[in-house]
């Protein structure tokens, strides 16, 4: 028996009704009864010490109550950071970067509000920055963060954060071995995740609880940041988190939560920060890199060994920067089997907006690096470059990574499906070219999942899980899975997220988990609640529970065969009731992994692209973008494909047009819609095509695997090389605008 | 946004009496795309806004009487791109008003807007350059016309005096056949301001003009008489020669985000070939046709 | 001493008279005054088309409109497109083809749409581009959105 909108079909969306009328509530679409409305104090400085803060004449605006300021904070300054708590509540003496906030006023208008940020004089004197890697590096730079900030680490004398060595073998060993060897440099700018809905905070005091509602994608860390910076024990802390507009990694992690707490406290009323498109620029970003790739390989193609330094620029707090880097730099080598591979990965603090996740965790800029260079030496050996991939990929089941989760799917596969999708060996026209390139990313490397499933009286059912739905579905394919798992039809089954006080805990929603991790979880608490109806079932009937079997919505027993509700509703009897089922899926730290844990499942994308150039323009044209995961199971195939070509657009924005440029004092001088372009539906390939492979094998219900950031793995590459192959241009900086590849033309001629 | 009063006047003298009246802390509202921005930015604090959309004179927006066809202060860019004989007589102006921003910007805002808000990458104003048009100001003094050579000054300042309200463009039918085209370069296929805006027409003597902007303070009109561009047969050197004329005095700004000098001047002759095809193309078919 | 200025409008299919501050935006007044908070506010320089609704027919940037000028209009937005519960014919396109992700974009895309269509029930794909040239979606479901228009522009002319 399957039910309306079980697994492997495309229920209409969950929430979807609301999202296509206007119900649908984001935090900004929230109010609160006597809310104040806050703004945040900023300069116009990339980095500065700061002198005084005047509030004098902003406290005279009528309708002002609070201009919060360092000296209303406790000292030292409280701090706070998913890996180290070096983020302050506002600035500590020194602007580290351009619209860090100073202080913040909170006002019974936004007008008020804005008037007073006006008026508050901040005296202050500039600071040379660095903002760049050359300049962060340069031996006479100063310090982004103080060395009393991090004690007992080893850089902290230099702007470096952070050091990453990861490898296996003796690249000195076996670099004879090599018949041809060849390094380059790829640059990948500053990019930011620019959400449709910008970042949106509430806190209100009630009684001995703080209320919190935040567009942030990790409410349960929210509130363990918040309980140890306030001490307040977790049950007084109540984390609404909506449904974020668009998250893409940016609403990770607290942001300006705790000074919002700060401001409610203080004015004992609820306090509401919406921030502006523009400040987003300065909260998130993605890390800027470069990319040193020395490989070596054989006459033949095979690779002999793989040597790659990445230096990331993060912010001036970390963030989580520090994990993006590990953990894209330790799978930098790729899909591919390499004898010997040796990884240096750097973390470097600068005077800019603060690194955090951001679709692909790191996983792009390498790509970028790694697929151009292998691009590089197939031209090289006069080898084709779908061949020399091709050669290099490890069969499914094989340790790639030593040590780690081996190939979990026939790759091969893939390739070939794009390879043929995009019409690798058919002629091409003049003035075009075409590009393939692979991706890999480990999926998430522990994880905690709780959640409940309550099958209801009459056949219906609720779910509560901490998952954030921010478009990738998790709601329509968790209730897929209990759709399928109890026999109900999907409209029957409403899924309960984003408050801490009534869902169990999860870990975080991040690296393409939901449906495997929380997925996982759901399914199980499913099959809890088969146990309760297996017992049911055997006290109704009289028979052994063994010789009951309850799976996909039916109880089968002795020829009979019963839908699970009807047996529910039989063993409730007349007072009602429901059947509770807990699920809890946990994948726990491995303590000797370099990454403290093995990759749940890889995300392996396949990308091909056919482009053209305008040679006197420098204009690029995608006449075909082919994107294909290997995702185990498509649960929801509508939404894998929504998934998979929303990546690929996005992937195409960072490598044809996005920027984020800084002038010379670390001031980004583009912020906001007009001068940070993204794609629009104008700018869309002209043929888009999304495909997977589907051989069950995730370890995710069903067989299903993570896919949300496969095919914004390897679209710069992509495009780079069809560009290379359409003017025999290389180019290695991003993004690839007309004026970029005009240039390259130029400086060919 | 600061606050203000604002007026909504039923006829063109009552607005230039509130205009009279506010002296320079007024702005007048037509389309708004560019001034709610400014008034959010704190970039515009006026005292007064004078929204010009009652104003009965200026209905309806879009007239042809004769040869000449006059758009009001309330002309809208749609209203221009959508007009029948904007895109027989004046094709380039549609190609240009056609891709100032979305199709909810061109909605609202005014083709005279594009013009008086004097900004050097202003699309409509290569085209309106090229084709002459002539900008009607209404004042405390009465009427003036100023062709619109004349009205744009620099970035952000135009011949409008404070009192003035710019309340119509005029623009003739060409008179003899005249082919004409509008290019642009942008960062992305959509929507964007673009970093080099270009017009050219070419009639059936040989004369070529070329009108072009985002490359310095203002968008210039310049002329090849010498009939060399309009020429199918002449040399790419040539035309490479007249070019590196016409566009001597392009000073893109090193400041800008959109695009570097070097690409600008660049493509200023790439799009200038282009246009001179194009409109050629256009000629050819006029001349077919008559 | 802001100015408050008596308009009336006709908002969703309703004649209603209220006061707004002159220096209010449409997008300010539907959102904080009137309680249509499905209108988004994002860039507020026109260029997302988060705030688009639909005034005397033609779609536009309420951020970029004071709100003292929709006196004496007519104004849709995102909640006035479903009657008596019943979505239309195009918000079911959308909720058919899942072109809702995030979710954030949808009403104005919806908005744009909407007044395209009123217009042309035979378009082409890059009319459809084009008419939502100025709704940027990050979550790039434009195919599916992209889609939803098209189907929606068959069941019109059906």
Redesign the interface.
């Known amino acids: 028996m399957t039910a309306n909108g079980s697994v492997g079909s495309s229920p209409n969306r969950v929430g979807g009704r609301d999202r296509v009328t206007g119900a649908q509530q984001y935090v900004a679409d929230i109010h609160l009864v006597d809310e104040l409305q806050a703004k945040l104090v900023k300069i116009d400085e990339g980095r500065a010490r700061i002198i005084s803060i005047d509030t004098t004449k902003a406290e005279q605006v009528p309708g002002v109550q609070l201009i919060l300021t360092p000296k209303d904070l406790p000292h030292p300054m409280p701090r706070f950071g998913p890996q180290y708590e070096d983020r302050p509540i506002l600035a500590d003496g020194e602007v580290k970067y351009h619209g860090e906030p100073i202080a913040a006023v909170a006002a019974d208008t936004k ?1 008020a509000a804005e008037e007073a940020v ?1 008026l508050v004089e901040v005296e202050y004197e500039v600071l040379p920055g660095v903002f760049s890697i050359d300049a962060a590096l340069d031996p006479d730079a100063d310090l982004v963060q103080h060395p009393s900030l991090r004690p007992n680490e080893p850089f902290a004398h230099s702007n470096i954060k952070t050091e990453f060595n990861f490898g296996w073998g003796d690249i000195g060993a076996i670099e004879g071995e090599a018949d041809y060897v060849i390094e380059r440099k790829y640059e990948f700018p500053m990019v930011t995740h620019f959400a449709i809905e910008p970042h949106a905070f509430m806190v209100a005091p009630e009684g001995d609880e703080l209320k919190v509602w935040s567009t942030i994608q990790h409410p349960f860390q929210l509130q363990k940041t918040l309980a140890k910076l306030l001490d307040l024990p977790l049950s007084k802390l109540r984390i609404f988190a909506p449904d974020p507009g668009g998250g893409f990694g940016g609403k990770q992690h607290p942001k300006l939560e705790p000074l919002v707490a700060y401001m409610a406290m203080k004015t004992g009323r609820p306090v509401r920060l919406i921030m502006s498109l523009e400040e987003t620029f300065q909260a998130v970003r993605r890390s800027s890199t470069r990319v040193r790739v020395r490989l070596g390989l054989t006459n033949d193609g095979d690779m002999v060994f793989n040597d790659t330094e990445t230096d990331y620029l993060i912010g001036a707090y970390v963030d989580i920067a520090d994990r993006v880097a590990s953990k894209a730099s330790y799978v930098a080598a790729g899909p591919y089997r390499v004898p010997v591979v040796k990884i240096a990965g750097r973390t470097i603090l600068s005077n800019t907006t603060p690194t955090t996740a951001f679709r692909g965790f790191g996983v792009p800029q390498i790509t970028w690096a790694r697929e151009c260079t292998l691009d590089e030496a197939a031209l090289g050996l006069g080898i084709d470059r779908l061949e020399i991939r091709r050669r290099n990929l490890p069969e499914k089941g094989v340790e790639f990574i030593p040590g780690d989760t081996p190939a979990d799917g026939d790759w091969r596969q893939t390739v070939d499906k794009a390879a043929e999708l995009i019409g690798w060996d058919a002629p091409l026209s003049e003035g075009r070219g075409r590009g393939i390139a692979l991706g890999l990313k480990s999926g998430p490397t522990t994880g905690l999942s709780y959640s409940t499933v309550r099958l209801l009286a009459d056949g219906s059912a609720l779910v509560f899980c901490g998952t954030s739905d921010m478009g990738q579905g998790a709601r329509t394919v968790l209730s897929q899975i209990v759709a399928q798992e109890m026999g109900i039809p999907i409209e029957r089954i409403s899924v309960i997220m984003g408050d801490t006080a009534i869902v169990p805990y999860d870990q975080q929603t991040s690296a393409s988990r939901s449906t495997v991790l929380m997925g996982t979880s759901v399914y199980r608490a499913c099959k809890d609640i088969h146990g309760k109806v297996r017992a049911m079932a055997s006290r109704i009937h009289g028979m052994d529970e063994a010789d009951i079997d309850v799976d996909g919505g039916t109880v089968r027993f002795t020829g009979e065969e019963l839908p699970i509700v009807e047996v529910v509703q039989e063993g409730l009897g007349s007072l009602g009731g429901e059947v509770i089922g807990n699920g809890e899926m946990r994948k726990d730290k491995e303590p000797d992994h370099p990454l403290a844990g093995s990759a749940a499942f890889f995300e392996f994308n396949c990308t091909a692209i056919e482009a053209e150039v305008d040679d ?2 420098g204009e690029i044209q995608i006449i075909k973008h082919v994107t294909v995961g290997d995702v185990g199971t498509a649960l929801n195939p509508q939404q894998v494909h929504g998934q998979d070509e929303g990546a690929a657009i996005m992937g195409l924005g960072h490598t ?2 996005e920027v984020m ?1 800084h002038d010379e004092m670390g001031r980004i ?2 912020m906001g819609a ?2 940070y ?1 993204i ?5 869309l390939p002209a043929e888009l095509v999304s495909d997977s492979i589907e051989n069950s094998d995730g370890p995710g219900p069903y067989g299903a695997k993570g896919v949300s950031e496969g095919s914004l793995l390897c679209t710069a590459p992509a495009v780079g090389a069809a560009v290379r192959e359409a003017t025999g241009l290389t180019i290695r900086d991003l993004p690839l ?3 970029r590849v ?2 390259a033309m ?1 400086e060919q001629t | ?6 007026e ?1 006047p039923e006829s063109l003298d009552d607005a230039l009496r509130l205009l009279a009246a506010s002296g320079s802390e007024v702005e007048v ?1 037509a389309g ?2 560019d001034l ?2 400014a ?2 930015d ?1 970039q515009s604090q006026p005292k007064v ?1 004078v ?1 010009l ?1 009652r104003i009965t004179e200026f209905y309806p927006s879009l007239m042809w009487a004769g040869d000449t066809v006059t758009l009001s202060a309330t002309a809208t860019m ?1 209203e221009t791109v959508d007009d029948e004989g904007i895109n027989k007589h004046f094709p380039a102006l549609a190609e240009a008003a056609v891709v100032v ?5 061109r ?2 805002a005014t083709l005279l807007g594009n013009i008086c808000n004097g900004s050097p990458a202003a699309d409509t104003a290569p085209p309106l350059l090229a084709y002459d048009a002539i900008i009607v100001v209404a004042g405390p003094d009465g009427t003036r016309r100023v062709e619109i050579d004349e009205f744009i000054v620099g970035p952000g300042r135009t011949a409008l005096q404070d009192g003035e309200i710019a309340v119509a463009l005029e623009l003739r039918l060409p008179s003899r056949p005249l082919g004409s085209a509008y290019e642009r ?1 942008t ?7 673009a970093s080099v805006t270009l017009c050219a027409t070419v009639d059936d003597a040989g004369i070529t003009r070329v009108a072009f902007g985002s490359v310095g303070p203002r968008a210039w009109l310049r002329t090849d008489e010498s009939g060399v561009l309009a020429d199918p047969d002449a040399s790419d050197e040539a035309k490479a020669a007249v070019f590196e004329e016409i566009f001597a005095d392009a000073t893109p700004s090193v400041r800008s ?4 000098p ?2 600008r001047r ?2 200023l002759r ?1 799009l200038g070939a282009r246009a001179v095809r194009r409109a050629l193309r256009r000629l050819q078919e006029l001349q077919g046709v008559s | ?3 408050v ?1 008596h308009i009336e409008a006709n908002i969703n299919g309703r004649d209603r008279a209220f006061e707004v ?5 449409l997008l300010d007044v539907l959102r904080d005054q009137l309680g249509l908070t499905g209108t988004k506010e994002c860039c ?4 997302c ?1 988060a705030c ?1 609704v639909v005034v005397d027919g ?4 309420s ?4 709100a ?2 929709i006196d004496g209009r007519d104004v849709i937005s995102v909640e006035g497109l479903a009657t008596d519960g019943r979505l239309s014919t195009l918000q079911q396109a959308f909720l058919d083809v899942s072109a809702p992700q995030c979710g954030f974009c949808i009403p104005g895309q919806l908005m ?1 749409a909407h ?2 269509l009123q217009r042309n029930l035979d378009p082409s794909i890059e009319d459809v581009h ?2 939502l ?3 940027l979606c990050r979550c790039a479901g434009y195919l599916q959105i992209t889609e939803a228009v098209m189907l929606a522009a068959k069941a019109g002319r059906e």
Request: proline share 3%.
């Open positions: 007008e006006a006197e323009t044809l047009m440029i001088r583009n007009i001068d372009r794609p629009t539906s104008k700018d605008t007309p004026q005009w240039e130029r | 946004m600061k606050e203000f009063s604002y909504r509202l708004g795309t709610v921005i008034m959010r704190g806004v929204d959309k749609a921003g979305s199709v909810q910007i909605n609202r370069m960062r992305r296929k959509g929507t964007d301001l985000l959109r695009a570097s070097d690409y660049a493509m790439v | 001493m802001s100015e200025i501050a002159a220096n209010h935006t507020v320089v026109g260029e088309g688009t033609m779609p536009m940037n951020c970029l409109m004071l003292v000028e744009s007044a395209f084009e008419a040239g100025g709704n």
